[in-house]
């Protein structure tokens, strides 16, 4: 994460028991680690939005909350779920699918497949006409992601890589894959499932993004909260999932997952645990001592602190490309590297990656790595993370960026202009010298940072929970520039 400046900080504790819920399911503990008086208190706030604007849940620890408050927090909670159940939304797509293609229309507004009747009450929305076959099955594409960076920071696969990671799936073996914040992947496989007899990949979807109740059946789709393993469809839904992962005794299946970036790797790493541990839950007596195969995709700079969670974790040289992230995106001329990276449990040897693409295998570590991704003799390993070419620091026995020197002062390579440490007085939190409260290694790291978007990441959380308001729609950012040129086009 970007450094800075550590007022204002908070850092997350984790998941406690009988944490008080908001309607993202039970939220997390927190502690304070700015320079404010409130400094080491600690606090419960929403799992899944880090913008207080997208839910504003906050309960200090050991504050007493009276008994109507709670009744009251409960009723906003039920009232804040989405307008329809899945179930109703998978009644309505077979009534949508029963429809000519002329009568099939999506609310760009309130991102929802209209019924006939309903279309009055949308008059004057936004909308798509003739929804195809094709459109259906590709709901990453209909429905406008997400992209408020605290939140849901929904950042779609470029084909290429998705192509690329379903064909590795098929090539290792793999019959079911549990998409864990991964709706394009999710899709890919669906739609194959249905042109071709022979493909035998199944997957079942877990996202926060209710939207795509709309597309999928209860045993395609669950609602879920990766930050706290919250199922929203409560019992059935974790039931759906176990089984799903306890199949042919919890074999052939590997989980694929893409979380945002902002951080709260520890709560991530918590429910993935949780998610590995249910897939051992088999039905028999348990035969399978395998841990589940896991692809998690994030940036290589956050190696450190999945590997902390995951020691038996490896990070693959891989490039994974996105189709809507400026940064991270295969530009037509030349390459911008991409920062994101596969991590996983499986053996680095038997990730094949594509040649033609610029990577190739190394004989000494056993491993496809990128074509610039030099062995180093001294590490005995090729180091470079970031697909650039590395040097050997010996002061630093190990191999450090090509932009970095070593400094005297630091006793470690840094940036040529970077500011030489100061005297530490230790860290608030562990009393530790070596680090600041705000990168204590005890705990994990996020900010919640007030700045800026208001309305609009209030809107666009509102859709996350399928919940349509018009006025608010009013607000969103795909009601503005990019719907008016679509429509324009129709
Ligand atoms: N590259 C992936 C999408 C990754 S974007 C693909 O193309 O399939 C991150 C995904 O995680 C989005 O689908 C988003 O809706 C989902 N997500 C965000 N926060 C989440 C949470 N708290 N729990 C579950 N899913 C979440
Ligand atoms: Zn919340
Ligand atoms: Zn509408
Ligand atoms: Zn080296
Ligand atoms: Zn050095």
């Not at 395998?290 to 891989?318: A, V």
């Not at 056993?366 to 090729?382: D, M």
């Not at 590395?390 to 002061?395: A, E, G, T």
């Amino acid at each position: 994460m970007a450094g800075g400046a550590e007022r204002g900080g908070v850092a997350l504790v984790g998941a406690a028991p009988g944490a008080p819920r908001c309607p993202h399911g039970p939220a997390l503990l927190f502690v304070k680690t700015g320079q404010e008086k409130t400094e080491g208190r600690r606090f419960y706030a929403c799992s899944a939005c880090r913008d207080r604007k997208d839910c504003n849940f906050f309960q200090w620890e050991d504050e007493k909350v009276s008994d109507t408050r709670l009744a009251a927090r409960e009723e906003y909670n039920r009232n804040h779920q989405p307008s329809f159940t899945h179930g109703q939304n998978v009644e309505r797509y077979k009534d949508f699918v029963l429809l000519p293609l002329s009568k099939r229309r999506f609310c760009q507004e309130c991102q929802q497949l209209l019924l006939p009747a309903e279309w009055e009450k949308h008059s004057d929305h936004q909308f798509l006409c003739d929804i195809s076959t094709a459109q259906l099955r590709s709901p990453s594409r209909l429905l406008y992601p997400l992209e408020n960076k605290k939140t849901n920071a929904q950042y779609l696969f470029a084909d290429r890589s998705c192509q690329f990671l379903l064909d590795l799936i098929i090539d290792l073996g793999f019959r079911r894959v549990l998409c864990v914040g991964t709706p394009r992947l999710h899709e890919m496989i669906q739609s194959k499932d249905s042109q071709e007899e022979v493909f035998r990949v199944r997957s079942l979807l877990l996202d926060i993004d209710f939207r795509y109740s709309q597309f999928y059946t209860e045993d395609e789709f669950c609602h879920y909260n990766m930050f706290n393993h919250h199922f929203f469809g409560g019992e059935a839904a974790y039931e759906t999932c176990r089984k799903f992962l306890c199949q042919d005794s919890g074999e052939g299946v590997i989980m694929v997952t893409d979380p945002p970036f902002g951080g709260l790797v520890e709560a991530l790493a918590s429910s993935f645990k949780k998610l590995m541990a249910m897939c051992k839950e088999t039905e028999k007596e348990g035969h399978n001592n395998q841990e589940m195969s896991i692809f998690w995709i994030f940036p290589y700079f956050f190696e450190s602190r999945i590997l902390e969670f995951f020691p038996s974790f490896n990070m693959m040289d891989y490039q994974v490309d996105y189709d809507n992230h400026a940064l991270y995106k295969h530009g037509k001329t030349g390459r911008r590297q991409s920062p994101v990276r596969i991590f996983t449990n499986l053996a680095p040897s038997k990730i094949v990656l594509p040649v033609e693409e610029g990577y190739r295998f190394c004989a000494i570590c056993q491993r496809y790595v990128s074509s610039g991704n030099q062995h180093c003799e001294i590490c005995n390993s090729c180091t470079s993370k970031d697909g650039r070419r590395w040097k050997h620091c010996v002061l630093c026995k190990k191999c450090v960026k090509p932009s970095w020197f070593h400094c005297n002062n630091c006793n470690c390579c840094a940036l040529q202009n970077h500011t030489c440490e100061k005297t530490d007085p230790g860290c608030f939190v562990c009393g530790k010298a070596g680090h600041k409260r705000s990168t204590c290694p005890s705990l994990s790291h996020t900010r919640i940072c007030q700045a800026g978007k208001k309305q609009r990441q209030k809107t666009l959380k509102r859709l996350t929970m399928g919940i349509c308001r018009r006025s608010a729609m009013k607000h969103a950012v795909f009601s503005r520039k990019k719907v008016k040129h679509k429509k324009k086009k129709m």
